[in-house]
T-cell receptor
């Protein structure tokens, strides 16, 4: 009965590879998000989707591409991984904007 | 109880004390504020929120205070327990109201 689930929990890969992180929510929420948390615990919004449509795209490199096949899923694909991409990536969802966001437990991405 | 000045990165208290975690927000137009707790290896967990038409809101053992004049938000935890040890984040809605902007976290350590 996990509310927001992300897979994988850990991802270790080489520089230059392409990888995807999946996120699913079973809360019936309309809005989903991706955040990046760096080594200093700073959390920053990357993308926000409402009803499968992109509403926020912060200054994130084009190598990051979110995909929302339906309201319950928001996946994150990353091309040509770089060392600086190492971080914990969190998916979240909410009923709408300005409502509490529920977070997954994160995907720890490590680039070798 | 123990209080801190404006954003200290760490706060150490004894079990049973009251804790106060402070946060300064940046945008005077923000109208929604939220506190999250993040335990090691987990995603941020919603604690309490407050809208700008209120200056105080209480939950179970927690109280959030909002001072719009000085753009200050605080989280008070009554009778702090070891299980309250975590990183605490405040967040405000973005200018467009479409995502949360997180502050720097405060690590709360509770000793018994």
């Amino acid at each position: 009965d996990t509310a927001v689930s992300q897979t994988p929990k850990y991802l270790v890969t080489q520089m230059g590879n392409d990888k995807s992180i999946k996120c699913e929510q079973n809360l019936g929420h309309d809005t989903m998000y991706w955040y990046k948390q760096d080594s200093k615990k700073f959390l920053k919004i990357m993308f926000s989707y409402n009803n499968k449509e992109l509403i926020i795209n912060e200054t994130v490199p084009n190598r990051f591409s979110p995909k929302s096949p339906d309201k319950a899923h928001l996946n994150l694909h990353i091309n040509s991984l770089e060392l600086g991409d190492s971080a914990v990536y969190f998916c979240a969802s909410s009923h709408s904007v300005n409502q509490p966001q529920h977070f997954g437990d994160g995907t720890r991405l490590s680039i070798l | 109880g123990e209080s801190v000045g404006l954003h200290l990165p760490t706060l150490s208290v004894q079990e049973g004390d009251n804790s106060i975690i402070n946060c300064a927000y940046s945008n005077s137009a923000s109208d929604y504020f939220i506190w999250y707790k993040q335990e090691s290896g987990k995603g941020p967990q919603f604690i309490i929120d407050i809208r700008s038409n209120m200056d105080k809101r209480q939950g179970q053992r927690v109280t959030v205070l909002l001072n719009k004049t000085v753009k200050h938000l605080s989280l008070q935890i009554a009778a702090t327990q070891p299980g309250d040890s975590a990183v605490y984040f405040c967040a405000e809605n973005s200018q467009a109201g479409t995502a949360l902007i997180f502050g720097k976290g405060t690590t709360l350590s509770v000793s018994s």
